[in-house]
């Protein structure tokens, strides 16, 4: 048996007291340590600030980019002495809708006036609205990776006739376009207007195609581009009328990938989320899908869409998606296995519904009787003993498993990966913890 494994487990549980955890953290093992820095729950501010101290970089790097640290304890990190903590921070916690807080506008700041020239091009990529004076310093930076960035900023923030010229038409090789959201929204001098509506980059027409300052003979021109992706985006235009949008060759099949129309995808108003919900045209009630402000007569109205991608995005994006519609895209013939995951996390989703699989021949199924809180606790402790180790897993885990049968778990000799579920449990009690750290040699005294 790993030693450390139930330690491990006690350093992810969410009810280990704080001198526990910092015991682990100035623990000399890192996995120990790693696992803790690694949580995706708020910690207490006195571990943030021993793990901003810590001498193991590893440490500070993972804090840097855990997703549920505060965005001010993060940003203590701006001053660190190691160029990759610093830069980790700069660049912040990325990851499957992983959303966290922003760093402190000081923090962007020490960070874009960095040194090291990795950490300054994070800042400006990543500090969310920077102020002019930022900007202004970036804008003569000595790199030109830096400088270039700063320009793409600088057209976005405050779009000058000249800088989006620079910006927009500059030459892209492979290279990621810095200037869409400029082309997408900036007011266009005619001549900049017209170069981009003509350009042989598709990227550059499909993002002017979404301006609303375009003039109306450079939409139409649009509207016969040959890619099939502009003619989309022009067709999810605000202005249009539903007849113009019809008219348009911009057909959207069930397998087509379509850039959320901004107006669409974020509007608060009533009015424009009703009229993109209603739409006719397949890729404005897509775009409604991926608005996370939408009202519940219209939440219920695209959960009846006929197109499967609008349910799967009002699956992903609304914060409260109906219930019954979370279980139908589950059980969706083109759901794939990560979706579907992804799905049974989301909040409402109806896992009462998996309890009767529990008596399942199937391994899967009977794992998926765990997810629901409800089980009694004979059919918890029936599958605590189940054949399967990610059965059991999931049962050392549930919040029904009886307290005798949890502290039996901790004591298995031939699946480490039992323990250490078995030690996660919130309601291990602490003597159960302290003897998993003295197991693995963190032993008070």
Known sequence: MNESAGARGVARNPSTPLPLLLRILHARQPDLREALASRRDRLPDPLYDAMVAHPDAEVRRRLARNPCAPGAQRGRLAEDADPEVRRLTALGPSGFREVAEPLPGAAYARLAADPVVAVRLSAVERWPDPPAGALDALLTDPDPAVRETARARECTARPEPGLLREVLLRDEGDAPWWGRKAAETAPLERA??????????????????????????????????????????????????????????????????????????????????????????????????????????????????????????????????????????????????????????????????????????????????????????????????????????????????????????????????????????????????????????????
Do not use: K
């Not at 291990?428 to 032993?443: D, K, S, T, Y």
């Open 192 to 445: 900049l207007a017209e170069d981009l509506v003509r350009s042989l980059l598709w990227g550059r027409r499909q993002a002017v195609a979404a301006n609303p300052h375009l003039p109306p003979d450079l939409v139409a021109e649009l509207a016969r581009d040959p890619d099939p992706d502009v003619r989309r985006a022009v067709a999810m235009r605000q202005e249009l009328a539903e007849d113009q949008r019809a008219a348009i060759d911009a057909e959207v099949g069930p397998h087509d990938y379509v850039t959320p129309a901004r107006w669409a995808s974020t509007t608060e108003d009533p009015a424009l989320m009703e009229r993109a919900a209603h739409s006719p045209y397949l890729g404005l009630r897509r775009s409604a899908a991926c608005n996370d402000r939408l009202p519940p007569a219209l939440v219920a109205h695209l959960a009846a869409d006929e197109d499967f991608v609008v349910r799967l995005l009002l699956c992903e994006q609304h914060p409260a998606p109906p219930p019954d519609l979370l279980w139908e895209v589950y059980h969706h013939r083109q759901a794939s296995e990560i979706t579907s995951f992804e799905l049974l996390g989301r909040p409402g989703f109806p896992v009462h519904r998996f309890a009767p699989l529990a008596r399942s021949g199937t391994e899967h199924e009977r794992w998926l009787a765990l997810r629901d809180p409800g089980l009694p606790e004979a059919v918890v402790d029936r599958l605590s003993r189940d054949p399967s180790g990610e059965v059991r897993r999931a049962a050392a885990t549930h919040p029904a498993i009886g307290p005798d049968r949890l502290l039996e778990l901790l004591e298995l000799r031939d699946d480490v990966r039992v323990v250490e579920a078995a030690a996660s449990h919130p309601a291990l009690p602490v003597r159960a913890m302290e003897a998993q750290l003295a197991r693995a040699g963190l032993a008070t005294g």
